[in-house]
């Protein structure tokens, strides 16, 4: 055979055949090109009008009618595709440097000019090592896990999802980017809910019994005030005892405000007016070394929150300023303004979403935060004093009882020595609308707390439910006793009553039990739900019943017989 060949070889998807071919042996060669029919015509052609001598015939794809027509046109949809593809989407050579880029990446990375230079220069600097390590691995097809999370140089909130496989042998990669911005806050809103979940869980049940102990403590120093007026020796030690119950009914809404579970009494409030209340207890609390600046800004507006909670948010961010500032001193500058947000503000994990605010500031120069402590500040007992000196619960209270209201919290610092600001937006009202409030309220207040008919009374605590049955029966009302759910089921079909008031939590017979036994009968009689927990919680155990109120403990002789009258006048 006087014919030989060489084989077909790729490069950059352009094809190239060179064929030797003489006289028959052109023959030979064109049934070696096989399916390439047009080419094959070519060299039989070839073979018969010339059948002798030699001859170079090159034939390179890419002619009008041929296969690199094709090729190219398919090279081209490729590249289109790669350019106008949503999702971000860069070629790395082996010194990591952009060798191609998409639309998608060039508008993340904020640069039209982004090709040529190193990818790590996009990327948040703490991410740079793991980085160049990941791709050299890639590259050398040694890396069984191709995906990495990075935030971005332009923009440190930005979270992506870093994509990366080996394209060819050359040391190259192909990276994928994928914005996971909303999907990493997604991911620390959990964590922070379970976190928040887990020790609520355990401040509700500590709190439950607490309020129990607290409600007959209150209960019984207002039945001795009923005996001993201001002038009675008495009075004196009765309001002592009665003081210090109510701090710690405080204490135990702070216990469980972190975890978002207290029960709020909101109220439409001048920040203004509540900071100046606070103004002489804040100097106290921050002592000589500190120097406090308060300015307000105008048109403030109202916010509707429970004032004591509000307290305790300003007071533990004054006291974590001066904390901050215990060994040089310095000044610690609260500000008050009208802020609008007009497009979402990305801040721990959530959005702030857009609308009318008030803004209240707590500015320190004292150390700062460091950078790595950022995401933990709010953290169920995180800290970084020292053993003995702080609890952790400070600013996760404060987070909590932000949250519960539903406000937002916003924290900055430059670093260690650079201070700290923390900046707690709350929603805005008009002062129309305090007046409608205060209008509807005034209408609604019973003149006096006296009355008269049957309350079926149901608690398990024994101390509680002797002051609920002597403060009841002192306002003129006729009181039947159950001392667990149990009882209060035996004796239902027996008595007759006008409204029942039953504790929620009880052994073997809840409350919820109660309540529909009640209604089969009696009707659509009013109830008095009491409980230690929150009404959210209690209240989804009966949110199908109807004319249903909720009294939260501890409560106060004054508070029980206002509710009973509400609920007596409503039948």
Known sequence: MTGMSVPLQRQNTVIVTVLLASGAGGLVAALYLGGILWLSWLVIALAVAFPAGWYLLVVRAGTQDGPGSAARHIDNRYKELFNQSPVAMAQIDSAHRIAASNLALRRLFGDDAPDGRAFEEFVAEEHHEVLRQRLTEIAAGNDSESSLVVSLANDSDYVVSVYAAQLVDDGSVILTLIDTTRLSMLEQQIAQSQKMQAVGQLAGGIAHDFNNLLTAMIGFCDLLLQRHRAGDQSFADIMQIKQ????????VRQLLA??????LEPQFLSVADVLAELTNLLQRLLGERVQMTMTHGRDLGLVKVDQGQLDQVVINLAVNARDAMAETGGEMTIATDHVTVRSPIRAHGEEVAPGDYVAISVRDTGTGIKPENLERIFDPFFTTKEVGAGT????????????????????ESGGEGQGTTFTVLLKRYDVQERENAAESERL??????????????????????????????????????????EAALELMDSEKFDLLITDMVMPRVGGAEVIREARRTHGNI??????????????????????????????????????VKDAMESR
């Open 244 to 251: 210090n119950a109510n701090r710690a009914a405080r204490l």
């Open 258 to 263: 972190f975890s978002r579970q207290q029960t």
């Open 392 to 411: 952790g619960l400070g600013l996760s209270t404060v987070y909590g009882i932000v949250k519960q209201t539903g406000g937002y919290i916003l924290v």
């Open 444 to 485: 609604d207040a019973p003149k006096d707390v006296t009355g008269g008919g049957t309350v079926f009374l149901v608690e398990d605590e024994d101390p509680v439910r002797l002051f609920g049955a002597r403060a009841l029966r002192s306002k003129g009302y006729k009181v039947i006793e159950a001392r667990n759910g």
């Open 526 to 563: 009013p109830v008095i739900c009491i409980s230690g927990y929150t009404e959210e919680s209690i209240l989804r155990e009966v949110e199908a019943i109807e004319n249903v109120t909720f009294l939260p403990k501890p409560f106060s002789l004054q508070q029980l017989a206002g509710k």
